[in-house]
């Protein structure tokens, strides 16, 4: 069992910056995939951003440019920079932990994110 623990959101206000993140109680040094997801009220749990044991990464067209996923092997944490807020991008964000492809993966509890005026 891996436990993920979120962090780091809050209240903002359009075109500021936040920095998620996501603690794993395990090492993070060989896991194949760690992402973030997020999830607006009605709507489906969207994908955000990825980072794999290569340190590719992936992101969603509406936070490219704007969101960046890092991750620190030694702290076993996974970040992600938001920077350039906007309205739309108000959401539950979660963490997300799969350790090899296929495999079950792992799910935080989440950590709110509102962007608004």
């Known amino acids: 069992q891996v436990q993920l623990v979120e962090s780091g959101g809050g209240f903002v206000q359009p075109g500021g910056s936040l920095r998620l993140s996501c603690v794993a109680s395990?090492?993070?040094?060989?896991?194949?995939?760690m992402g973030w997801y997020r999830q607006a009220p009605g709507n489906e749990r969207d994908l955000v951003a990825t980072?794999?044991?290569?340190?590719?990464?992936n992101y969603a067209d509406a936070v490219k440019g704007r969101f960046t996923i890092s991750r620190d092997t030694a702290k076993n944490t996974v970040y992600l920079q938001m920077n350039n807020l906007k309205p739309e991008d108000t959401a539950v964000y979660y963490c997300?932990?799969?350790?090899?492809?296929?495999?079950?993966?792992?799910w935080g509890r989440g950590t709110q994110v509102t962007v608004s005026s």
């Open positions: 980072i794999t044991v290569g340190a590719n990464t």
């Open positions: 997300n932990l799969q350790p090899l492809p296929g495999a079950k993966d792992y």
């Open positions: 395990r090492n993070i040094f060989n896991i194949y995939c």
